[in-house]
């Protein structure tokens, strides 16, 4: 137990310290609201504000959002200590608590999440951060893992 805690405490500190990183140079070096294409037409550099969930869902509840993020945070956090489950799934599981957490400070530091990196799929514009990327990703390795661990 000591060490999966270990472990997890490791992944939180990489995970957070990382994400707000970015997320501090993106607001010193480019400020809130500002916008920077790139070479390729798909990506820009785009600071903003999101004060709801994925793709703006509650953004006029931004303090639900908060909420509903901190007690999904708790509930995923007993789960991982309790957790049987290959090692593999657990640190998926321990990432995506890590930069849930992380987007979490930012509500409560900003009164919204910060996003910089804007990526055009069909026809549309998604703004993501790195937490974003890592909730994304460990989600997949966690579902891809479980077809093969069941």
């Known amino acids: 137990m000591k060490e999966r805690l270990i472990a997890y405490l490791i992944i939180l500190l990489l995970v957070i310290i990382s994400d707000q990183s970015l997320k501090r140079y993106f607001l010193r070096h480019y400020g809130l609201n500002s916008v920077m294409p790139l070479k390729n037409r798909r990506y820009r550099i785009c600071v903003m504000k999101n004060k709801g969930a994925f793709l703006g869902l509650g953004k006029k509840y931004p303090a639900v959002v908060a909420l509903i993020t901190a007690v999904l945070i708790l509930v995923l956090l007993i789960y991982c200590l309790v957790s049987d ?66």
């Open 85 to 150: 489950e290959p090692v593999i799934m657990r640190c998926a599981l321990a990432a995506l608590l890590s930069a849930a957490v992380s987007n979490l400070i930012d509500r409560i530091a900003y009164k919204g999440v910060i996003d910089y990196l804007s990526i055009r799929i069909i026809n549309r514009n998604i703004v993501v951060n790195l937490a974003d990327i890592i909730i994304f990703a460990s989600a997949a390795i966690y579902l891809i893992s479980d077809l093969f661990y069941k």
